[in-house]
């Protein structure tokens, strides 16, 4: 028998002695392994009794039930010889129903996570993975969990995919909303030219033209010469957000001189961005309306990620990126460094070098293309500066870090009914932008101004016409939370890239309709940006006669002291 005695040898009088043991509280076991080997064997051979199932009583007095749920609830258990038993489970919850007078609550809840986004091939889609709350009063409401804050003037529109908090309400005139969530992407916008004949891929990028990134579901719009394109594979679009592309139906032909403009959020697996603002709205009765919003966007970075290498860099830093070489010496590598080149050369016939394994990251900007070699071996090889050919995948021997920043913006809008006839707005808004939120970087502050004054359409027996003048200047480090220029603005101005900032347009035009005839519209536009001033003069003709209902003349003229640019376009369809 164990009877817990410990024998000392040769011990000093007056020794203090300390002794660290463990016990077992039990006997020791006999048996080991899962306790499920250890239930009793089921009996199969009588029959099972039934139970007598009565109904369970409701006994609550409350008996007008106002919110009804529904949903699942699941629990599995997994039991295996060979490992260790598992429970999972789940609940999904949808509910609707009124808690209290005039206040409405409905919402979806779950603890389950989906990591997946719908096809982009039909022109509506479902969301697998959105959780949220809502709760409505007829002054205020609030929505929780995956949100989709929308913030529209006739100027700008901020638009984003969210997981937070945001509230509307209504008050003696006045009305707002508010808003504190995560978003989870960035916006952003491009333009580019179709390829002839070619209905795609084409490739959706980030804001520093890297192609590793997620396009958010439903937040792309797609522009096609001007105009709203539907997504479906039976309208105008498909787009795979995953590999953020986009591919044209047969209903949009794509050539070369084809205008494709597309705004989307996207994930590009760096930051996690905040997102906070604030809006009111009062309408002067009928003499116009004023609105007021306040917005900050930002990165979020927590106490494990300052402690990161990668971002401690920036500190002292004003920079808002640096390279990371991926480069590392290497005896067996691959690759020599030939007058800053690195150069494959896996037969080692250039000893005098020192060797290198490299790992590639791909980089819109970089100088080196994936290849296969003779043995059928992948390996990169530079090619010097192609960032420009959006239809090559480029390379660096470097990775690129980016600080977390941080973009606030505000902006005021009034507009007025001078009569009946003519109506004038102004806005104002500020932006005030930072590169590196964590370094010694300061915000740049910018602000913009909009004056337009329009006309209701005046109708003089056999004409109708309306006029517009309007004047918008944005200061040399202005930038938007959303996008504010037109759609067409670098194929109006014959420009190489969109204009955010640093400009001065001024735009009137006239629009004249004639019955029988059509609609004949007449502008002119001052564009000065940089030390570049520009003319733009454009006159479109629109049919109205039945005979030659889609036919239209587009001339367009631009005068600049360096170069000078029109085009023209005739359209004319007879029916019958």
Same mark, same amino acid.
């Given at each position: 028998?164990?009877?817990?005695?410990?024998?000392l040898?040769?011990?000093?009088? #007056?020794?203090?002695?300390v002794?660290?043991?463990?016990?077992? #509280?039990?006997?020791?076991?006999?048996?080991?392994?899962?306790k499920?080997?250890?239930?009793?064997?089921?009996d199969?051979?009588?029959?099972?009794?039934?139970?007598?199932?009565?109904?369970?009583?409701?006994?609550?007095?409350?008996?007008?039930q106002?919110? &009804?749920s529904?949903?699942?609830?699941f629990?599995?258990?997994?039991?295996s010889?060979f490992?260790?038993?598992?429970l999972?489970?789940g609940?999904?919850?949808?509910?609707?129903?009124?808690?209290?007078e005039?206040?409405?609550?409905?919402?979806?809840?779950?603890?389950?996570?989906?990591?997946?986004?719908?096809e982009?091939n039909?022109?509506?889609?479902?969301?697998?993975d959105k959780?949220?709350?809502?709760i409505?009063?007829p002054?205020?409401?609030?929505?929780?969990?995956?949100?989709?804050?929308?913030?529209?003037?006739?100027?700008?529109?901020?638009?984003?995919?969210?997981?937070?908090?945001? #509230?509307?309400f209504? $008050?003696?005139?006045?009305?707002?909303? *508010?808003?504190?969530?995560?978003?989870?992407?960035?916006?952003h916008?491009?333009?580019?030219?179709?390829r002839?004949?070619?209905?795609?891929? &084409?490739?959706?990028?980030?804001?520093?033209?890297?192609?590793?990134?997620?396009?958010? *579901?439903?937040?792309?719009?797609?522009?096609?010469?001007g105009?709203?394109?539907?997504?479906?594979?039976?309208?105008?679009?498909?787009?795979?957000?995953?590999?953020?592309?986009?591919?044209?139906?047969?209903?949009r032909?794509?050539?070369f001189?084809?205008?494709?403009f597309?705004?989307?959020?996207?994930s590009?697996?760096?930051?996690?961005k905040?997102?906070?603002?604030?809006?009111?709205?009062?309408?002067?009765?009928?003499?116009?309306h004023?609105? $007021?919003?306040?917005?900050?966007?930002?990165?979020?970075?927590?106490?494990?990620?300052?402690?990161?290498?990668?971002l401690?860099?920036?500190?002292?830093?004003?920079?808002?990126?640096?390279?990371?070489?991926?480069?590392?010496m290497?005896?067996?590598?691959?690759?020599?460094?030939?007058?800053?080149?690195f150069?494959?050369?896996?037969?080692?016939t250039?000893?005098?070098?020192?060797?290198?394994?490299?790992?590639?990251?791909?980089?819109?900007?970089?100088?080196?293309?994936?290849?296969?070699?003779?043995?059928?071996?992948?390996?990169y090889?530079?090619?010097?500066?192609?960032?420009?050919?959006?239809?090559?995948?480029?390379?660096?021997?470097?990775?690129?870090?980016?600080?977390?920043?941080?973009?606030?913006?505000?902006k005021?809008?009034?507009s007025?009914?001078?009569?009946?006839?003519?109506?004038?707005?102004?806005?104002?808004?500020?932006?005030?932008?930072?590169?590196?939120?964590?370094?010694?970087k300061?915000?740049?502050?910018?602000?913009?101004?909009?004056?337009?004054?329009?006309?209701?359409?005046?109708?003089?027996?056999?004409?109708k016409f309306?006029?517009?003048?309007?004047?918008q200047r944005?200061?040399?480090?202005?930038?938007?939370?959303?996008?504010?220029?037109?759609?067409?603005?670098?194929r109006?101005?014959?420009?190489?890239?969109?204009?955010? *900032?640093? *400009?001065d347009?001024?735009?009137?035009q006239?629009?004249?309709?004639?019955?029988?005839?059509?609609?004949?519209?007449?502008?002119?536009?001052?564009?000065?940006?940089?030390?570049?001033?520009?003319?733009?003069y454009?006159?479109?003709?629109?049919?109205?006669?039945?005979?030659?209902n889609n036919?239209?003349?587009?001339?367009?003229?631009?005068?600049?002291p $360096?170069?000078k640019?029109?085009?023209?376009?005739?359209? $004319?369809e007879?029916?019958?």
């Amino acid at each position: 028998p164990i009877e817990g005695k410990v024998f000392l040898e040769s011990i000093p009088k #007056n020794s203090l002695l300390v002794i660290e043991y463990e016990f077992l #509280n039990k006997n020791i076991p006999l048996i080991i392994g899962p306790k499920w080997q250890r239930l009793p064997i089921l009996d199969t051979s009588h029959p099972m009794k039934e139970i007598n199932k009565e109904p369970i009583k409701n006994t609550s007095s409350h008996t007008n039930q106002t919110v &009804y749920s529904s949903g699942s609830f699941f629990r599995s258990l997994s039991i295996s010889p060979f490992a260790t038993s598992d429970l999972q489970g789940g609940v999904q919850l949808q509910l609707n129903g009124i808690i209290l007078e005039n206040i409405k609550v409905s919402g979806v809840l779950t603890d389950q996570n989906f990591p997946l986004q719908e096809e982009g091939n039909t022109k509506e889609l479902k969301d697998f993975d959105k959780v949220f709350l809502k709760i409505q009063h007829p002054q205020i409401g609030i929505d929780a969990g995956d949100i989709d804050y929308i913030h529209s003037d006739p100027n700008f529109t901020i638009k984003r995919k969210l997981e937070g908090l945001k #509230n509307v309400f209504q $008050f003696k005139g006045w009305s707002g909303s *508010s808003v504190y969530a995560s978003s989870k992407g960035e916006f952003h916008f491009i333009e580019f030219k179709g390829r002839d004949g070619d209905q795609g891929p &084409y490739q959706l990028v980030g804001k520093d033209g890297g192609r590793d990134i997620a396009i958010l *579901s439903g937040t792309e719009k797609v522009w096609l010469n001007g105009k709203r394109l539907e997504r479906g594979q039976n309208n105008d679009y498909t787009i795979d957000y995953s590999s953020s592309e986009i591919f044209f139906t047969p209903k949009r032909l794509i050539d070369f001189d084809t205008d494709i403009f597309v705004e989307y959020q996207y994930s590009d697996f760096n930051y996690q961005k905040g997102f906070r603002g604030i809006t009111l709205e009062n309408k002067l009765g009928n003499s116009g309306h004023f609105s $007021f919003g306040l917005f900050d966007e930002f990165d979020q970075y927590n106490q494990v990620d300052y402690e990161d290498e990668r971002l401690k860099i920036f500190l002292n830093s004003d920079s808002s990126r640096v390279t990371q070489s991926t480069a590392l010496m290497d005896s067996t590598g691959d690759y020599v460094l030939v007058d800053s080149i690195f150069v494959y050369d896996p037969l080692k016939t250039n000893d005098d070098f020192s060797r290198y394994q490299i790992r590639f990251i791909l980089d819109p900007g970089g100088n080196y293309v994936r290849k296969i070699s003779d043995e059928n071996k992948m390996f990169y090889q530079h090619v010097g500066n192609l960032s420009n050919d959006l239809t090559k995948e480029l390379y660096s021997p470097f990775r690129i870090i980016l600080s977390p920043t941080a973009q606030k913006f505000g902006k005021a809008h009034l507009s007025l009914n001078l009569n009946e006839v003519f109506h004038v707005e102004g806005q104002i808004s500020g932006s005030r932008f930072n590169q590196n939120t964590i370094g010694s970087k300061k915000f740049t502050n910018a602000i913009s101004h909009l004056i337009k004054i329009s006309s209701d359409t005046i109708d003089i027996e056999y004409l109708k016409f309306y006029l517009v003048y309007k004047n918008q200047r944005r200061g040399r480090e202005y930038s938007p939370l959303g996008r504010e220029q037109e759609i067409m603005q670098t194929r109006l101005w014959n420009l190489d890239h969109i204009l955010l *900032s640093n *400009s001065d347009a001024h735009y009137f035009q006239s629009d004249f309709i004639i019955e029988k005839l059509g609609i004949s519209s007449i502008e002119y536009a001052l564009l000065n940006y940089g030390n570049s001033l520009k003319k733009r003069y454009r006159f479109t003709q629109n049919f109205l006669n039945k005979n030659y209902n889609n036919s239209s003349i587009d001339l367009l003229y631009i005068d600049n002291p $360096f170069k000078k640019f029109h085009r023209i376009f005739l359209n $004319f369809e007879k029916d019958g």
